[in-house]
């Protein structure tokens, strides 16, 4: 047994409080369709449908199965190492190297926070037309809080996040079910959208699977909150496996809604493609998919502070972060420190960074991350020690073809 393997497996410091197991299947499967349904569907349906036509269904299915590689590796190592630091902890355990899992875990942090600011523009944008308060202003006015939500409880942010993610998957539904309603007007019929097994398009149905994968970013931070999970080694499969079901199938259902409905002209140049389908809809609907939008973006606030905060908790617990960010509250049992500090440098980026150009690159560190973290599930696997508990395994071809789609997908971003 290796000494990253020993730290990893061992019991929590019993200086600090431990973290609340409290979320079962239902709660951690709505917590990881929180974090990866949300701006990618809700932005990325016009984009793909530029490259793919009436096809982009497909081009969301075909993303969904190379984003299942990885998630299904996730499976395996979050059941081996049930831990905070997620990413961090299987790259120690697999390659061993504190420089590489500091750095695994600070970048992934970092994609989060980088959301995290991004999202608080955007949802303070929608916000300047309803309330009449500076933008700057009401940045941090969501980002307290919702810092203040994350620092309550795990059971308590976590239920909010639930309950947000259910009205986002309304605002999903209120476009399947009005674009399929309104299907009968239009020229397009579903038979239109599947493709036949040969020719020329399968090239602009692979190139805008490339721009749907994005979309399902976001499974990978339900690593983060592992050890506030019930039976982890049961639950968490579990609970990725049908977080990454769950999406495919909504986003294939709300892509294929959005093309019966919308012109393909207007659908290709839109930055808000969803709301075209409520074109003809009365104002009351379209404004309460427009508070929806804005309800969806606040939500990605609260799981990243949280996925954020957790990262920097389980490297601290590790010695790889000064100790004090793994102070844990007596009261509510969350990384108080950890989540303040998260809070703070997602005001600072938000006052003072132009974030578009930050959160263009979140997607290459994610992929990054993706293939160290698939490469280390190849090594755990050649170790003895991690025979030693119960925990669910996949095939050696699943973190290979995990490696390999996660090159492809960030030397196509790099180009």
Avoid: C
């Amino acid at each position: 047994m290796t000494q990253a393997s020993r730290e990893i497996d061992g019991p929590p410091s019993d200086k600090y409080p431990s973290l609340r197991r409290a979320l079962t299947l239902p709660l951690l499967t709505l917590y990881g369709l929180g974090v990866t349904i949300g701006a990618g569907i809700y932005v990325l349906v016009g984009a793909t449908a530029a490259e793919a036509g009436i096809y982009a269904p497909i081009s969301f299915l075909v993303a969904a199965v190379v984003a299942a590689f990885t998630a299904l590796s996730y499976a395996e190592l979050v059941t081996r190492f049930p831990v905070s630091a997620g990413e961090a902890a299987y790259v120690e355990a697999g390659f061993g190297a504190g420089w590489l899992t500091v750095a695994v875990g600070l970048l992934v942090a970092l994609s989060g926070i980088v959301s995290a600011s991004a999202i608080a523009i955007g949802a303070a944008s929608y916000l300047t037309g309803i309330i009449d308060l500076p933008a700057p202003a009401l940045m941090i006015g969501l980002v307290l809080a919702m810092g203040l939500v994350a620092a309550w409880g795990i059971a308590q942010s976590v239920i909010v996040a639930a309950v947000v993610t259910i009205i986002e998957i309304g605002g999903l539904f209120m476009v399947i079910v009005w674009g399929f309603g309104s299907a009968s007007e239009t020229a397009v019929v579903l038979q239109d959208l599947i493709p036949p097994l040969g020719g020329g398009h399968w090239f602009s149905i692979g190139a805008a699977s490339l721009l749907a994968f994005f979309a399902f970013v976001g499974f990978e931070d339900m690593a983060n909150v592992a050890e506030e999970v019930k039976d982890p080694t049961r639950t968490f499969p579990k609970a990725i496996i049908l977080t990454v079901i769950i999406a495919a199938l909504l986003y294939m259902a709300t892509t294929t809604a959005v093309i019966l409905v919308v012109p393909m002209a207007d659908l290709t140049g839109s930055a808000a493609p969803l709301a075209l389908v409520f074109a003809n809809a009365p104002q009351v609907v379209r404004d309460a998919f427009a508070a929806i939008a804005v309800v969806a973006t606040i939500n990605g606030i609260l799981i990243q502070i949280i996925m954020a905060s957790r990262v920097f908790f389980g490297l601290a617990n590790k010695g790889y972060l000064p100790r004090w960010l793994a102070q844990v509250s007596e009261r509510t049992q969350t990384p108080i420190a950890a989540t303040a500090l998260v809070v703070l440098i997602i005001v600072i980026l938000t006052q003072a960074f132009p974030i578009e150009a930050l959160a263009e690159k979140t997607s290459q560190i994610v992929l990054f991350v993706f293939v160290l973290v698939n490469l280390a599930l190849l090594r755990v696997k050649r170790q003895d020690f991690v025979r030693s508990q119960p925990h669910f395994t996949v095939p050696w071809t699943v973190p290979i073809l995990g490696v390999m789609t996660s090159l492809a997908l960030l030397t196509t971003a790099l180009l």
